[in-house]
C-alpha cells in the first residue's frame, strides 16, 4: 500500500489493515512521519516530532502483532499529542518559551495509557501559549496554519492537533478543551473534535489551565474514531481527584448504531441562545440544513431557551483568568524550563529573577489574563467578581438542566465563523473571546460535547461545525447523534468534506 494511501486511512480502519495483516505499524507510522516532513513546513501543526521514538514504538507493535498478541484495537495506530499533555523525556513547552527546554519526568495519564495500548507517538502539537486563545496565534513559536487555506487560522488553543488531523500528517490527536479548544479547531478545519465529561477523561499531567473546567478529548477524521479513542483514554484515574469512578459511556456502541442514520425517538433542542446575531450567515444556513437532515431521519425537533448563556462569556473570563492565575505562579524560574536573570543586577535576588523570568517568558495574552485573574480574586473584589461568576456558573448549570428535560442533546453552530485570517483578531482579545461564545456553556456546567463537520459556508468555501451537547456522563448519545449526521451528510455529499479541502492537495505537492 502506499505512504498516501495510509495517510487517507482513519484510525479505524488503519487498525482494521493491521489486524489483517495488510501493513505494518512501521508502514503507517513512516507513511505519516513522511507526510510531516512533506507539509509540515507549510502547516506547522508540530512542536516536536519524534521521529526515533514513534519508530521504535511501532517495530515493538509490530512484534506484539507477530506474536499474536496486540496490546487494543488501537495498537500500532499513530497519534499526535497537544503539547500540554506531559510527555516523559518529550518537549513539553505548552506553546511557551518558559517551558522551553524542559523534560518532565512523567507521563500524562491519557499518555501513559496510548503507550500501553500501543499508540506510536508522532509528535506533540502546537498550541496557543498554556491554552488560551482561539487561533494558535499566540503560540510562543509561531502560528500553525490552516490546511483549507494557509493564510487562515486552523483555531485554537488546539490548532496544532486538528490541523495535524486535517492535513493527514496524524490520523488521530489528542486535544484539551476549557472553552472550546477542541471543538472549535475542529468546527474550522473540518475534523471532528469531542469534549468528554468533566471528569470522564483523567487530567492528570494535563498541565492546568483552568482545573474546573479542563478536559481532554479526541480530535479526529470521524466520530468512530473519535469514540475508540475517547474509549482508550478515558474512565477513573486515581491520580486525578475529580476522575469519576464510573465506567466510560458506550460511545463506541453508540457511533456505530448512529452510522445507521435512525434518530427516531431522539429530542434534538436547538438552542435558541446560540445562534443569530454574531454568527455568520454560511455557518447559519449550514446548521439549519443539519437540523433538516436530522429531521428527516426520524428525529423530533424542539427549541430550548437557556437566558442564562448569554453570560456565559464574562462568567469564563472571570473563572478561567482566576484558576490561571493561580496555576501559573509555579512558572518562576526556579522549577521548571527557562530561567532569566535580570539585566544590570550582579547579585538578583529570587524575586528579581522571577519577575525577569515571567516577564520574558509569558506572552503578552497569559499576562493579560495572569493580571485579570489576580484582581477578579483579590480581596475586596473577590465578592464581587469571582463570587458573583461562580452564582452564574451554577444558573448556567440549571439552564442546562431545565433544556435537558425536555430534550435528550442540545444542538447549535460550533464557533460563529469559519477560519477568519491570520492576523485579523490578534490584536484584538474580544474579538478573539468571541469565537468560544457557543462552546463555553458545556465547560462551565461540565456537560460532554462534540464538533461534526456541517458542511461549507456559501460565502468563503470554508467548513463550519455543527455541535451536540449531552447532559453529564451521557457522552453516547453526542456520538450517537454525531455519527448519524455524519453518515447523513455523506450520503448527501458523496464523499467526506476533508477531501474537497484545496490547500491540502497545494500543501502535498
Ligand atoms: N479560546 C478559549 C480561551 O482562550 C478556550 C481555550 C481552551 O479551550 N483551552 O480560553
Same mark, same amino acid.
Given at each position: 500500500?502506499?505512504?498516501?494511501?495510509l495517510?487517507?486511512?482513519t484510525?479505524?480502519?488503519?487498525?482494521q489493515?493491521?489486524?489483517?495483516?495488510?501493513?505494518?505499524?512501521?508502514?503507517?507510522?513512516?507513511?505519516?512521519?513522511d507526510?510531516?516532513?512533506?507539509?509540515?513546513?507549510?502547516?506547522?501543526a508540530?512542536?516536536?516530532?519524534?521521529t526515533?521514538?514513534?519508530?521504535?514504538?511501532?517495530?515493538?507493535?509490530?512484534?506484539r502483532?507477530?506474536?499474536?498478541?496486540?496490546?487494543?484495537?488501537?495498537?500500532?495506530?499513530?497519534?499526535?499529542?497537544?503539547d500540554?499533555?506531559a510527555?516523559?523525556?518529550?518537549?513539553?513547552?505548552?506553546?511557551?518559551?518558559? +517551558?522551553? !527546554?524542559?523534560?518532565? =519526568?512523567? @507521563?500524562? $495519564?491519557?499518555? &501513559?495509557?496510548?503507550?500501553? %495500548?500501543?499508540?506510536?507517538?508522532?509528535?506533540?502539537?502546537?498550541?496557543?501559549?498554556?491554552?488560551?486563545?482561539?487561533?494558535?496565534?499566540?503560540?510562543?513559536?509561531?502560528?500553525?496554519?490552516n490546511?483549507?487555506?494557509?493564510?487562515?487560522?486552523?483555531?485554537?488553543?488546539?490548532?496544532?492537533?486538528?490541523?495535524?488531523?486535517a492535513?493527514?500528517?496524524?490520523?488521530?490527536?489528542l486535544?484539551t478543551?476549557?472553552?472550546?479548544?477542541?471543538?472549535?479547531?475542529?468546527?474550522?478545519?473540518?475534523?471532528?473534535?469531542?469534549?468528554?465529561?468533566?471528569?470522564?477523561?483523567?487530567?492528570?499531567?494535563?498541565?492546568?489551565?483552568?482545573?474546573?473546567l479542563?478536559?481532554?478529548?479526541?480530535v479526529?477524521?470521524?466520530?468512530?474514531?473519535?469514540?475508540?479513542?475517547?474509549? +482508550?483514554? !478515558?474512565?477513573?484515574? =486515581?491520580? @486525578?481527584? $475529580?476522575?469519576? &469512578?464510573?465506567?466510560?459511556? %458506550?460511545?463506541?456502541?453508540?457511533?456505530?448504531?448512529?452510522?445507521?442514520?435512525?434518530?427516531?425517538?431522539?429530542?434534538?433542542?436547538?438552542?435558541?441562545?446560540?445562534?443569530?446575531?454574531?454568527?455568520?450567515?454560511?455557518?447559519?444556513?449550514?446548521?439549519?440544513?443539519?437540523?433538516?437532515?436530522?429531521?428527516?431521519a426520524?428525529?423530533?425537533?424542539?427549541?430550548?431557551?437557556?437566558?442564562?448563556?448569554?453570560?456565559?462569556?464574562?462568567?469564563?473570563?472571570?473563572?478561567?483568568?482566576?484558576?490561571?492565575?493561580?496555576?501559573?505562579?509555579?512558572?518562576?524560574g526556579?522549577?521548571y524550563?527557562?530561567?532569566?536573570?535580570?539585566?544590570?543586577?550582579?547579585?538578583?535576588?529570587?524575586?528579581?529573577?522571577?519577575?525577569?523570568?515571567?516577564?520574558?517568558?509569558?506572552?503578552?495574552?497569559?499576562?493579560?489574563?495572569?493580571?485579570?485573574?489576580?484582581?477578579?480574586?483579590?480581596?475586596?473584589?473577590?465578592?464581587?467578581?469571582?463570587?458573583?461568576?461562580?452564582?452564574?456558573?451554577?444558573?448556567?448549570?440549571?439552564?442546562?438542566?431545565?433544556?435537558?428535560?425536555?430534550?435528550?442533546?442540545?444542538?447549535?453552530p460550533?464557533?460563529?465563523?469559519?477560519?477568519?485570517?491570520?492576523?485579523?483578531?490578534?490584536?484584538?482579545?474580544?474579538?478573539?473571546?468571541?469565537?468560544?461564545?457557543?462552546?463555553?456553556?458545556?465547560?462551565?456546567?461540565g456537560?460532554?460535547?462534540?464538533?461534526?463537520?456541517?458542511?461549507?459556508?456559501?460565502?468563503?468555501g470554508?467548513?463550519?461545525?455543527?455541535?451536540?451537547?449531552?447532559?453529564?456522563?451521557?457522552?453516547?448519545?453526542?456520538?450517537?447523534?454525531?455519527?448519524?449526521?455524519?453518515?447523513?451528510?455523506?450520503d448527501?455529499?458523496?464523499?467526506?468534506?476533508?477531501?474537497?479541502?484545496?490547500?491540502?492537495?497545494?500543501?502535498?505537492?
Amino acid at each position: 500500500m502506499s505512504g498516501s494511501d495510509l495517510t487517507r486511512r482513519t484510525a479505524a480502519e488503519l487498525a482494521q489493515a493491521l489486524a489483517d495483516g495488510e501493513t505494518s505499524s512501521v508502514e503507517v507510522t513512516q507513511a505519516h512521519l513522511d507526510r510531516i516532513a512533506e507539509v509540515d513546513g507549510a502547516v506547522h501543526a508540530f512542536l516536536h516530532v519524534d521521529t526515533d521514538g514513534a519508530l521504535e514504538q511501532a517495530r515493538a507493535a509490530d512484534a506484539r502483532r507477530a506474536a499474536g498478541s496486540p496490546a487494543s484495537a488501537l495498537d500500532g495506530v499513530p497519534i499526535a499529542v497537544k503539547d500540554v499533555l506531559a510527555t516523559e523525556g518529550l518537549p513539553t513547552t505548552c506553546g511557551s518559551r518558559i +517551558l522551553e !527546554g524542559w523534560l518532565p =519526568p512523567y @507521563d500524562a $495519564t491519557v499518555v &501513559d495509557r496510548l503507550r500501553r %495500548a500501543g499508540l506510536p507517538i508522532l509528535g506533540k502539537t502546537n498550541m496557543d501559549e498554556f491554552a488560551m486563545g482561539s487561533s494558535t496565534e499566540h503560540s510562543a513559536y509561531g502560528t500553525t496554519h490552516n490546511p483549507w487555506d494557509l493564510d487562515r487560522i486552523p483555531g485554537g488553543s488546539g490548532g496544532g492537533s486538528a490541523a495535524a488531523v486535517a492535513a493527514f500528517e496524524a490520523p488521530i490527536a489528542l486535544g484539551t478543551d476549557t472553552g472550546g479548544s477542541i471543538r472549535q479547531p475542529g468546527a474550522v478545519t473540518g475534523t471532528v473534535g469531542a469534549k468528554p465529561t468533566y471528569g470522564g477523561v483523567s487530567r492528570h499531567g494535563l498541565i492546568a489551565l483552568a482545573n474546573s473546567l479542563d478536559q481532554v478529548g479526541p480530535v479526529t477524521r470521524t466520530v468512530l474514531d473519535a469514540a475508540l479513542l475517547h474509549e +482508550l483514554v !478515558g474512565g477513573h484515574d =486515581p491520580l @486525578d481527584s $475529580t476522575s469519576i &469512578d464510573q465506567p466510560v459511556p %458506550a460511545v463506541v456502541a453508540a457511533a456505530k448504531e448512529g452510522a445507521t442514520g435512525d434518530m427516531s425517538g431522539v429530542r434534538i433542542g436547538v438552542v435558541k441562545e446560540l445562534s443569530g446575531e454574531g454568527y455568520q450567515s454560511g455557518v447559519l444556513a449550514r446548521f439549519e440544513e443539519c437540523v433538516q437532515v436530522l429531521v428527516e431521519a426520524g428525529a423530533e425537533v424542539v427549541e430550548v431557551s437557556c437566558p442564562t448563556f448569554v453570560h456565559a462569556l464574562a462568567t469564563y473570563y472571570l473563572i478561567l483568568p482566576a484558576e490561571a492565575s493561580s496555576n501559573l505562579a509555579k512558572f518562576d524560574g526556579m522549577r521548571y524550563g527557562l530561567r532569566v536573570y535580570p539585566e544590570g543586577i550582579d547579585l538578583p535576588s529570587a524575586e528579581e529573577t522571577m519577575r525577569a523570568t515571567r516577564d520574558k517568558g509569558f506572552g503578552d495574552e497569559v499576562k493579560r489574563r495572569i493580571i485579570l485573574g489576580t484582581y477578579a480574586l483579590s480581596s475586596g473584589y473577590y465578592d464581587a467578581y469571582y463570587g458573583q461568576a461562580q452564582k452564574v456558573r451554577t444558573l448556567i448549570s440549571r439552564d442546562f438542566e431545565a433544556a435537558f428535560a425536555q430534550a435528550d442533546v442540545l444542538v447549535s453552530p460550533t464557533a460563529p465563523t469559519t477560519a477568519f485570517k491570520i492576523g485579523e483578531k490578534v490584536d484584538d482579545p474580544l474579538a478573539m473571546y468571541l469565537n468560544d461564545l457557543a462552546t463555553i456553556p458545556a465547560n462551565l456546567a461540565g456537560v460532554p460535547g462534540i464538533s461534526v463537520p456541517s458542511g461549507l459556508a456559501d460565502e468563503d468555501g470554508l467548513p463550519a461545525g455543527f455541535q451536540v451537547l449531552a447532559p453529564a456522563m451521557a457522552d453516547d448519545r453526542v456520538y450517537k447523534v454525531g455519527a448519524a449526521l455524519e453518515a447523513l451528510l455523506k450520503d448527501r455529499w458523496g464523499g467526506r468534506l476533508l477531501d474537497r479541502a484545496p490547500e491540502l492537495n497545494g500543501a502535498a505537492r
